[in-house]
Nanobody
Framework: VRLVETGGGSVQAGGSLRLSCAKS????????MGWIRQAPGKAREFVAS????????NYAASVKGRFTISRDSTNDAVYMQMNNQNPDDSAVYYC??????????????????WGQGTQVTVSF
């Protein structure tokens, strides 16, 4: 089972990108999906997560108000709209399917799945 991210790229500061993540197999079930990022030389960082059972989204303070996570009606895909981006948002973004507490700590449990990552670059 894989998670496949699309939508990364380069944007100028103040611009927007939309990331998508889809399961390669619908049989993979998890109670939460979200996004984790890692910039060069920095630790992995939680970005956002969504309880697939209908709970409220959870955001890192650094992106709250600028990023919006959402899901499709079948829980087979999640999306993240990133607005008003700044160079600190530059990183490889990984989609994660796992327990919410693992995603919020940027960790992976034995049953979790992460995608291969997609690069986001924000320049002045």
């Amino acid at each position: 089972v894989r998670l496949v991210e699309t939508g990364g790229g380069s944007v100028q500061a103040g611009g927007s990108l939309r990331l998508s993540c889809a399961k390669s197999e619908r049989t993979f079930t998890t109670n939460a999906m979200g996004w984790i990022r890692q910039a060069p030389g920095k630790a992995r960082e939680f970005v956002a997560s969504l309880d697939l059972n209908g709970g409220p989204p959870n955001y890192a303070a650094s992106v709250k108000g600028r990023f919006t996570i959402s899901r499709d009606s079948t829980n087979d895909a999640v999306y993240m709209q990133m607005n008003n981006q700044n160079p600190d948002d530059s990183a490889v973004y990984y989609c994660a399917g796992d327990h919410d507490d693992y995603i919020s700590q940027a960790r992976r449990s034995v049953v979790g799945r992460w995608g291969q990552g997609t690069q986001v670059t924000v320049s002045f």
